[in-house]
């Protein structure tokens, strides 16, 4: 059943999504621009690449590489979120009371349209890295492929959890959409992705590793880029594969409570 | 004629103006700042902590003497300017759709242009109180004004505004036909924000993307701007005042023919209130 529901959320979003403007503009239009407007940010300076430091190790990293891998992850990112805002736009529908009479299981509907948003997003995703290896010429360092591969899966893991605690919102406000913009700059500088983690002021720290994105970053960024093996990025994979099991359970926590709370206060279909 | 379209404009600036502080969006102009803000705050920390004030030499040539972290204040000014401007313009018939006032709208035997333009003066009006806030959000870090040219200045404002407006005429065009509400301003703002030189000298860019600024007027406004505030002696301000004089007639007289068009055919077809 559980599967069931996943499967049928991830083939209606994509065909009500897949040939869509909003696909058009949230998976290549903005990560095409943003990446070039962060890559543009850079150029007024002297040093055309960038150094991470990571457990007292300092990558030198080409500084297209660097802005691209960012604004890809955060791009994906951001439609994870919009996976989150999938609660929100059955209430514009108007089928949102439908939906939350039927016996799905709702973490299930939360999966299917993520599922959905990493298809949406993972073709393009792959055409806009091939064509920039090809063209830009990105110097690739990969020694450890299951290393990058695993920091793949776990950043994406751990992203689609915390979309569904933010699905929350969806549920239990009108407001979804702005929260999900609110979220969208700070998420961008907290994360490192415009900058190295390490330039980050002190205070802000604490906050950036909140984020699964600010791991996500530094573990594919080292490995598909700095050439880091399976040992060099333990500490950020296990960070990212403890945040997706904290986030999964705090989103059927959180989604259970938002639901209750909504029906309670007859306010699922109120504007 | 002139004096009826003359009251168009003023009736619909005040309108617009008395609707946007009446029911006044704390949530929307917040939004504004984010992305200047947070390019600030990158801007900052690149300078200050990751490179340590190391630029290019070309960096200093192009914009002579003025600091860096001047540069991109001013880059993320004039970008508040442009989109609290272009957005709102850009949505008019998007918004006159939704609230279902479109028909009596194109009803009334007003001058569109007069009508637009009405709309573009309460925009930009609106629009100065986000662009001064983020010059005084810049003092913070780092901002200084080294030579300032007021009839530049001002010159730099007006022009930037009416190419804004021939774009705002096109989006609506493009609005009205494709009934889309996000995805043409969303690109558009993209565009801007990438091609202008908000963040770096169009000099510095590759030269596939100084084709793309060259054909933006923004691109001349933003150098203007830079110019009346910085100071910058390497500007020709005659060549942009001219380049955005025209780029701002060619887009206003592309705009009000598009949208004159699609407004017959909307009629025709019956489409105006088609969702």
Known sequence: MFTRVVIAEALKSLKVYFFSGRTLVWALVLPLGNGLYLYFLYLPFATKSVNLQFNATTYTIDLVGFTIIGQLLYSFFTMMLLAGASFEAERWQGTLEALLLSPANRIAILLGEALANAVNYTWMLIALVLSWVAFIRVSILVTDLFALFTSLALSYLAMVALGMCLETVGIYSRRGSIFTAWLQEPVMFLSGQIFPLQSMPGFLLPFSYLLPLTFGLMAVRLTLLGGASMHEVAVPLVALAIMTIVFLILARVLVNYAERRAKAKATLTQF | ?275
């Not at chain 2, 018939?93 to 001058?111: C, H, K, L, Q, V």
């Open chain 2, 1 to 275: 004629m002139v004096g009826h379209s003359l009251r168009v404009i003023a009736s619909t600036a005040k309108v617009n103006l008395v609707m946007t502080w009446r029911f006044f969006s704390w949530t929307g102009f917040a939004l504004r700042f984010f992305t200047p803000i947070m390019t600030l705050g990158a801007a900052w920390i690149l300078y200050n902590r990751v490179y340590a004030g190391n630029l290019a030499p070309e960096f200093g040539i192009a914009i002579g003497s003025s600091g860096y972290l001047s540069f991109i204040t001013i880059g993320n000014a004039f970008y508040v300017f442009v989109f609290a401007a272009a957005f709102v313009v850009g949505r008019v018939m998007f918004w006159e759709r939704t609230t279902g006032t479109i028909e009596a709208t194109f009803m009334t035997p007003m001058s569109r242009l007069a009508y637009m333009s009405g709309i573009m003066v309460a925009a930009a009006t609106n629009s100065l109180v986000d662009f001064t806030a983020v010059f005084l959000l810049g003092l913070a870090f780092g901002f200084r004004i080294a030579l300032f040219n007021a009839p530049l200045f001002l010159c730099s404002l007006l022009l930037t505004a009416f190419g804004l407006f021939g774009i705002g005429l096109i989006t609506n065009a493009v609005t009205l036909t494709f009934r889309d509400r996000t995805t043409t301003a969303n690109s558009l703002m993209i565009l801007f924000m990438v091609f202008c030189g908000l963040v770096c000298p169009v000099e510095f860019m590759p030269s596939w993307a100084q084709l793309i600024s060259k054909a933006l007027p923004l691109t001349y406004g933003i150098r203007l701007m830079r110019a009346s505030l910085l100071g910058i002696g390497t500007v020709d301000p005659t060549y942009d005042i001219l380049a955005l004089l025209i780029l701002g007639v060619i887009y206003v007289a592309l705009g009000a023919v598009t949208l004159a068009q699609i407004e017959k055919n909307l009629r025709k077809k019956a489409l105006f209130s088609v969702f």
